[in-house]
């Protein structure tokens, strides 16, 4: 028994691969509708090989609620990156609103910035203690 994977849902597509993919390294995997209207994208890591699923239902799909605000809903994502305030300032050159200040000490840098769907995505670096 073990996680499989975790879903998020999300407004635009394609801002939301171009988020995952091109600016966090993500690869696409696999693509797929289970009914009208549905869309299934599921990414994986290339390091960790943990698994995304970004979920996209129009109107007229079944599964479709009104959407709610600021990724509310699910409270966090974390990347463990190779420099995460290379990585923060990337992202919010890029445009990605800051959820959370850059915060560093002798262990960890660490900032959160939020996706294109308003989902909180935390950039990390783990130093080994000497």
């Not at 696999?30 to 239902?57: A, C, F, N, W």
Request: hydrophobic fraction near 35%; proline fraction near 5%; glycine fraction near 6%.
């Amino acid at each position: 028994m073990g996680l499989l994977y975790s879903s998020i849902r999300v407004k635009d597509v394609k801002k939301s691969l171009n988020f995952y993919v091109k600016y966090l390294g993500m690869k696409e995997i696999d693509r797929k509708s289970y009914m009208p209207g549905e869309t299934v994208i599921t990414l994986v890591s290339k390091d960790t090989k943990q698994q995304m699923r970004m979920m996209h239902y129009t109107k007229s799909c079944k599964l479709y609620s009104p959407w709610k605000e600021n990724g509310v809903e699910l409270d966090h994502l974390s990347f463990k990156v190779p420099d995460a305030k290379k990585a923060y300032n990337f992202l919010v050159k890029k445009g990605a609103p800051i959820a959370s200040p850059l915060f560093e000490n002798e262990n960890v840098t660490l900032g959160y910035v939020k996706d294109p769907n308003g989902i909180w995505v935390g950039l990390v670096t783990y130093r080994n203690k000497k």
